[in-house]
């Protein structure tokens, strides 16, 4: 005959919640701020009869130390779940009312709450790594993010442990955790492709949809939905089927729209959905340009002014830059802090890593005209396996994009800014020293092709390489040979250009003699051929 259970054994084995009485379903505890009024606790009755409540304890733990347990709530005679159902505890902004009102003040991982029966039982969820092994059962579950709730899924798992019954999941308070029918948008997943499209141009509309409930949908079931406030883009069915917690990537293309900015709604529709919440999101798009115009890029500045960005109002009247943030293409964002005076129609400013190194640095510059931003999101000076290195993006006040430039920063000599030229074509400044608040140099006219100034150089010194094209663009590459027609160096890799332009170059310490510097270029489109030679006197570095 087995002995009798001591207290203990008791907590130990019950402490996941036992399926004979009603048990903790859903723990909302971190909401997106002030988490005052909206955190909840929702407990299931699997039952086919109510289930009285009178004496049970809520409590919460603070897992930073042992046996740091608080009562919440108690339950009161009235107090009962009815057969299959739910009862939530919370606070006074939980919507639909919970059935006890409480201001729980629960904390964010390690921490636990847990239900105390009369009779002895416990059932405990614990989520965030914890130390002492009363805060959880079987494994703690984890730290849900901001906006989460901490959810059994599907609503009745009991697998023996918090890890393997519970994940993050929408709140849904007084409802199912996991409906029979549910499709949703993944949040945050709906992207357009190109993401600044041009007026009237077509552009692909793509997002994540999931099915969240417990049943499999057919193909054809999901019908797709996209619009702005004016009108419907498209409408289409998913042809994809899903099963229970299965995603699909879903495309459409939108007809052209007309510059300005738009709120794309997307939108789904499924018969019988349980969760309406979940089926619609959408996206902040600008169509055409924005007020601001990227003009010139300082990433790797070679003192310590910091780096720099100059933009244009193209917006025809003044603009105050506080209402944009600036960033790279990580996740940083900066605000671009209140500046003197509004920037002017057609006029440039400067965005600053450091506005008074920048002014000690060109002590000529307007300091009206320089903002200040913070934090600033650190440029990269190398590309990646992309051929990129970064990209400056600007953002109005709501989000929407107003300008977003790529860049690479190959064959660009230190300190050298980046410039935008003809056609939209971006490459190394024309004037080494960047011209910051200034319209790019006005290059020295030469006939056609190739020029180099100066021809003679000592080795290790700088020159500077300009070319003139027959076409508004072109692409073009140069290189520089010995007299014997071996290659020594690529000076300027092959690159898109405008027809008309110059960079600085570096020349390496290469043995004294003549060389060749060889230009070959091709138009952007169509036939036709350039070459042009130069010749390179290297001599020997001073002592």
């Given amino acids: ?78 107090d009962s779940i009815p057969a299959h159902g739910r009862f939530v505890i919370g606070g006074a902004r939980v919507v639909p009312a919970p059935q006890a009102l409480v201001s729980l003040d629960l904390q964010n991982g390690p921490d636990a ?17 914890h130390e002492f092994a009363e805060y959880y059962c079987g494994e703690p579950a984890p730290d849900v993010p901001a906006g989460q709730s901490l959810a059994r899924i599907p609503d009745g798992a009991h697998q023996g442990g918090n890890a393997s019954d519970f ?41 994540t949809i999931e099915n969240r409930g417990q049943q499999a949908l057919a193909a054809g079931r999901i019908r797709v939905s996209a619009r702005t406030a004016e009108r419907t883009l498209l409408e289409s069915a998913l042809d994809h089927a899903l099963v229970p917690g299965d995603s699909v990537r879903w495309e459409g293309t939108l007809a052209g729209l007309p510059a300005g900015k738009h709120t794309l709604l997307a939108s789904l ?24 115009e990227i003009t010139e890029i300082q990433f790797h500045p070679r003192d310590a002014e910091g780096e720099w960005v100059e933009v244009r109002n193209r917006s025809g009247a003044p603009l105050d830059l506080a209402v944009f943030s600036f960033s790279d293409r990580g996740a940083a964002h900066g ?14 400013a ?40 970064d990209a400056v993006v600007l953002r109005e006040e709501d989000g929407t994009l107003c300008e977003r430039h790529e860049y690479s920063a190959a064959g ?26 200034a319209p790019p140099r006005l290059l020295p006219a030469f006939p056609g092709g190739l020029e180099i100034r100066p021809r003679r150089i000592d080795s290790g010194g700088v020159t500077r390489i300009g070319w003139a094209l027959p076409w508004p663009r072109g692409r073009i590459a140069v290189e ?3 007299l014997s027609g071996s290659r020594v160096a690529e000076v300027v890799p092959e690159r898109l250009v405008a027809g008309r332009g110059e960079q600085q170059w570096s020349v390496g310490s290469f043995p004294p003699g003549l060389y060749l510097l060889v230009l070959r270029a091709r138009p952007e489109s169509g036939e036709g051929r350039l070459g042009a030679t130069r010749l390179l006197r290297v001599d020997r570095a001073g002592p």
Avoid: H, K
């Fill in 1 to 78: 005959m087995l002995a009798p259970l001591g207290a203990a054994a008791i907590l130990a084995l019950s402490s996941c919640g036992p399926e004979d009485r009603p048990f903790l379903t859903e723990v909302f505890y971190d909401a997106v701020g002030d988490d005052s009024g909206l955190e909840f606790v929702e407990i299931l009755n699997p039952l086919p009869s109510a289930y009285s409540l009178r004496g049970v304890r809520l409590e919460a733990g603070d897992g930073s130390g042992p046996g740091r347990w608080t009562a919440r709530w108690t339950g009161q005679p009235a």
């Fill in 412 to 437: 660009v000599p230190p300190g050298v800014p980046l410039e935008r030229g003809q056609g939209d074509l971006w490459g190394p400044a024309s004037d080494p020293e960047g011209t910051p608040l």
């Fill in 269 to 292: 529709s499924l018969d019988g959905d349980e969760a309406p919440e979940n089926d619609a999101d959408s996206i902040r798009v600008r169509v055409g340009p924005g007020p601001l």
């Fill in 167 to 207: 994940r993050a999941a929408p709140p849904t308070p007084g409802r199912a955790n996991q409906p029979a029918l549910d499709a949703a948008w993944v949040p945050g997943s709906l992207t357009l492709d190109p993401e600044q499209p041009g007026p009237l141009e077509t552009a692909r509309l793509s997002g």
């Fill in 480 to 482: 520089l040979y010995d």
């Fill in 113 to 129: 709450v847990r239900l105390s029966w009369l009779d002895g039982v416990v059932e405990v969820v614990g989520y965030g790594a």
């Fill in 335 to 348: 605000r671009i802090q209140l500046g003197p005076a509004p920037c002017d129609p057609d006029s440039l």
């Fill in 350 to 389: 400067l965005l600053a890593q450091d506005r008074a190194a920048l002014l000690g640095r060109y002590p000529r510059l307007d300091p009206r005209r320089v903002w200040q931003v913070s934090p600033w999101a650190s440029l990269n000076n190398t590309d990646d396996a992309s051929g990129v290195a």
